[in-house]
């Protein structure tokens, strides 16, 4: 038995609880009514498990999802492909087919359906204040899973609206969703890399320019400069700015220090097509990957750069979120970090 919950009349603690002249006025003992004092939270924090009542929530919660390229409805995309004018019925629907690996339609219809409702689930599943989404490939499918959820009167969906004619977001778009009211001014989403980089690996130097030529290797013939000319992202990055604190109860709009967010989908591992036909499958995938991984490590500088911009003079709390396509230990998620070293306060 605890000897701390023994109830001894020699406990100086116990003789205290049944003493009456010791009890408060509405009948509670002083150490109940001393966990219950405001003086037990000075400052009034909202606690981990306050209501929608509260005015302001404790806890700013964020999820990412990778929507898997979520297309729009098959009937829908093939009745758009037919009424472009640009492929006649069967044509169109050979198409269609080919983009999605040969089912027949109505089955993909059921599939579609199927995704819809997965999806839904999951953002059912999670209460977060902001989502980022990757590899969502038409605007009108996120709007179907958030309508699925029931969750269109909770949330602002932030998508790349398609061109006109464009069928299908070639671009492959990363999204977001953040509660009504919360975000500040207009999503932005960067195509463009910031400016062309040459690494100088034998000066450690980077010269921000577009023209390789800048780079003089008069000093030293054993200088190595690897030009890297990328000018875009594969798939845009997503950047907008949100208020964290829940809407007061009497003003209904949000508050706090706004937070910049990015979304992003770096270029995955899967090897790049460098040559038509593949004459030497070996080299091609040799010479695949490397083009991946240099691709990846340039949008990952080009990232870093952005959030530079961001974070630079000023002390807006900035977060990415997104498919990074690389270990957490990684060169490229390094490059995104800036590496920063953690001392060991033990």
Not at 8 to 34: E, H, I, L, M, V
Not at 308 to 316: A, C, R, S
Request: one cysteine or more; hydrophobic letters at 30%.
């Amino acid at each position: 038995m605890n000897p701390s919950r023994r109830k001894s009349s020699s406990s100086p603690d116990y003789a205290r609880s049944r003493n009456d002249d010791d009890k408060s006025r509405d009948g509670r003992s002083p150490t109940r009514q001393r966990e219950n004092s405001p003086n037990r939270n000075p400052q009034n924090r909202p606690r981990a498990n306050s209501g929608p009542g509260n005015d302001i929530s404790p806890l700013f919660t964020i999820a990412s999802f990778n929507l898997m390229g979520l297309r729009d409805s098959p009937k829908k995309l093939h009745e758009e492909m037919v009424k472009s004018g640009r492929l006649g019925k069967r044509e169109a629907r050979r198409a269609h087919r080919l983009f999605s690996s040969g089912l027949p339609l109505k089955m993909l219809e059921e599939q579609y359906e199927k995704k819809i409702a997965w999806s839904a689930s999951t953002l059912k599943s999670v209460d977060a204040q902001v989502w980022g989404f990757q590899e969502l490939c038409h605007p009108q499918a996120l709007r179907d899973v958030f309508e699925k959820a029931d969750l269109n009167n909770k949330y602002e969906i932030l998508v790349r609206e398609r061109e006109k004619g464009e069928i299908w977001d070639e671009d492959v778009s990363c999204a977001a969703a953040v509660l009504k009211g919360s975000l500040v001014g207009k999503p932005k989403w960067f195509k463009d890399i910031p400016q062309s980089i040459s690494f100088d690996l034998k000066r450690g130097e980077i010269i921000e320019s577009s023209v390789s030529e800048d780079v003089d290797q008069s000093e030293d013939e054993e200088a190595t400069t690897v030009s890297v000319d990328i000018k875009e992202f594969q798939r845009s990055v997503l950047y907008f700015q949100v208020k964290p604190f829940k809407p007061h109860s009497r003003t209904g709009e949000f508050r706090g220090k706004p937070i910049s967010v990015f979304v992003a989908h770096l270029k995955s591992k899967r090897p790049s097509r460098v040559r038509k036909p593949y004459w030497n499958m070996d080299e091609e995938n040799a010479l695949g990957l490397a083009m991946s991984t240099i691709k990846r490590t340039a949008e990952a500088a080009a990232l870093r750069f952005l959030l530079i911009k961001e974070m630079k003079g000023n002390d807006t709390p900035v977060i990415l979120l997104g498919d990074l396509n690389d270990d957490p230990h990684s060169n490229t998620l390094d490059i995104i970090s800036g590496a920063p070293r953690y001392l060991d306060s033990r």
